[in-house]
């Protein structure tokens, strides 16, 4: 794809990883005390807020002249890939802890060529076939006797769940909207799918059942910083930077370099978080990034 800079898509993929690495970490220690729901809604509105002076300060209009099944897409895209995906995410980032999940996370790239196979007609060569088996190895090798790091098997089999179902999401939400990504600018893209993702967060939190519950464990919290901060640079700065990088390189390339987060994240959970680095998860960590790469570049 021609573009201003010579590999600026690749470049912002790369950043992107760097930005969400540092905000799994801080949603890691909000997520201590604030549910996955009130964190997802918080996190959504504050970047939808502050998208609008963004994109007044660039001169992007807010409604653009397209078709309304442009405007149905983007907004669906929200629902799945941020009302949905992200509260999974969050509720497995809890259950797991930030160095697991981030090896789970490596379904990511898995599920974006998947996609492609079934909606494009795409094929998987050997290698890449070798990369999804990699990928599924290292989730088995880290996740394996994890009950002696502190971690219950049931939690342990439902952070594993949720997260393969927030990968599954994330990748459904973005390849459905890749073609129009292409044509569209980046700001208004973002905004629409922020705002259908906030729509779906309203109405399931208005029919959950301990909605108070969820509603006070973000008022009482004591772990504002976090959350704030988290929020600012997860779901404002990264969402940008993310679905520019996907608008300026090609999907799969763009998700692979993405993963990279994987490793950041990884090792900033080991610094920062104190979390327990065995043999295990070194070993899970490589084969789920190499496998990641596999898939995409095989």
Not at 256 to 262: C, H, Y
Request: contains cysteine; aromatic residues 10%.
């Amino acid at each position: 794809m021609n573009t201003p800079i010579p590999y600026l898509g690749e470049s912002l993929a790369l950043l992107t990883a760097f930005i969400w690495a540092s905000a799994v970490i801080l949603f890691k220690k909000s997520g201590e005390s604030v549910h996955p729901i009130a964190l997802n809604l918080f996190k959504t509105v504050m970047a939808t807020v502050l998208i609008i002076p963004t994109m007044w300060l660039f001169g992007e209009t807010f409604f653009r002249p397209v078709s309304t099944s442009d405007y149905i897409l983007l907004l669906l895209s929200g629902v799945i890939g941020i009302g949905l995906s992200d509260t999974m995410f969050f509720k497995s980032l809890n259950l797991l802890g930030a160095g697991l999940s981030a090896i789970v996370d490596c379904l990511y790239s898995p599920f974006i060529i998947g996609l492609s196979v079934l909606w494009i007609g795409e094929r998987l060569n050997g290698w890449q076939v070798l990369g999804v088996v990699m990928i599924v190895a290292a989730v088995l090798t880290a996740t394996s006797k994890e009950k002696q790091n502190r971690i219950s098997s049931r939690n342990l089999i439902w952070g594993i769940i949720w997260g393969v179902a927030a990968m599954a999401s994330m990748a459904v939400g973005i390849v459905m909207i890749k073609p129009m990504l292409e044509h569209s600018p980046v700001l208004w893209a973002t905004e629409v799918r922020l705002i259908g993702g906030g729509i779906t967060l309203i109405l399931i939190l208005l029919f959950y059942p301990s909605r108070r519950a969820v509603i006070n464990s973000l008022l009482k919290s004591h772990n504002w910083k976090y959350t704030i901060s988290g929020s600012f640079l997860g779901a404002y700065l990264a969402m940008i930077v993310w679905l520019a990088g996907m608008k300026f390189a090609q999907a799969s390339i763009a998700s692979a370099l993405n993963q990279t987060s994987n490793v950041l994240v990884f090792i900033f959970a080991a610094i920062l978080l104190k979390e327990p680095v065995n043999t295990r998860k070194i070993i899970g960590i490589g084969l789920g990034v190499g496998g990641a790469f596999l898939v995409t570049f095989g």
